[in-house]
């Protein structure tokens, strides 16, 4: 089973995900897909259409879940898919990376900074749908005949955690302003630095402490 949290935008390239379900889907191996997301209504019934047309026998589309179910569809899935185009980020890799699960994208945009062979693997970009899709078949298959779930989960889980959890991100930036403050203090006459660096610290650690935003929650890696 492979599950993909995506939009139902062009740029997520949903259809090329639905072709490679079309492709695999003949084999013996019983693979089932899970479609995690929304989007407008109209852009909703062309994918439910294009599946209805490529006969997709084992995929599903959930629509959007709440995070804590997201986290169970991540844990339970074998390997996580997102092919979107020129990614920003991808909140959603790490977040799949932080429930043990390898992920599969394009290599074009923010994945190309994380997603390693150690937790998964980005196929070549290309704008033909056709080619994407078929490379995405390839590497699902890859997945389940090497057993990415036993071997590459765990070294995504520990990435994950080592450089984007809440901790891991605080720390970083304690330690990045501790930096700062240390070569600020030592280019100005009088400043006392280690009495800037406390000032600096409690500054950010403070509101951080007390205060959880929708992002903090979403990296809290409760996976």
Known sequence: MYSSDLKFADWKRLDALLRAAAIYEQQERRILTLVIGSGPHEAQLEMHDLAARLGLRRTYFLGPRPQDELAVLFNCADVGCFPSYREPFGLVFIECMACGTPVIGADSGGPRDFVTPEVGMLVPETDDHAALAQSLAAAVNRALDEGWKQTKGPTAVAYAKDNF?????????????????????????????????????????GPMAGTATPQDHKLRLEC
Do not use: K, M
């Open 165 to 205: 959890s809440v901790v891991s991100q605080v720390s970083t930036l304690l330690t990045e302003v501790d930096r700062l403050t240390t070569t600020s203090g030592s280019h100005r006459p009088g400043t006392r630095g280690s009495g800037q660096r406390g000032r600096a610290h409690r500054a950010v650690a």
